[in-house]
Nanobody, 124 residues
Framework: VHLAESGGGLVQAGGSLRLSCVAA????????MGWYRQAPGKQRELVASLSMSDGSTSYGDFVSGRFIISRDSRENIREGVYLQMNDVNPNDAGDYFC???????????????WGRGISVTVSE
């Protein structure tokens, strides 16, 4: 399983950015896809997660309604998610990692896949 992230870069404080993650490879089912972030000197933390079965979402407390995770519904994409980031602030800067929890067979164990990460920089 390979996760390809895009959409990172420089954004002005108060601005918006949209991250994209596209999954490729072989799996029987995907449980969740989501985004984590890691700032320098800090632990990786959950930004947003989406259940691919029922569409339920969860967000880190710091999101406070500013970010939205959604499914990529393009026909040529097997699985993917977007992270719409609004009203970003300097504390949102860091490396953002796409994550996918998947199974290779029905009722089998889940596996974790991670993207390489993309950088988000916020200017004052």
């Amino acid at each position: 399983v390979h996760l390809a992230e895009s959409g990172g870069g420089l954004v002005q404080a108060g601005g918006s950015l949209r991250l994209s993650c596209v999954a490729a490879g072989g799996w029987q089912s995907v449980a969740t896809m989501g985004w984590y972030r890691q700032a320098p000197g800090k632990q990786r933390e959950l930004v947003a997660s989406l259940s691919m079965s029922d569409g339920s979402t969860s967000y880190g407390d710091f999101v406070s309604g500013r970010f939205i995770i959604s499914r990529d519904s393009r026909e040529n994409i097997r699985e993917g998610v977007y992270l719409q980031m609004n009203d970003v602030n300097p504390n949102d800067a860091g490396d953002y990692f796409c994550h996918m929890k998947w199974r290779d067979r029905i009722w089998g164990p889940t596996f974790d896949a991670w993207g390489r990460g993309i950088s988000v920089t916020v200017s004052e």
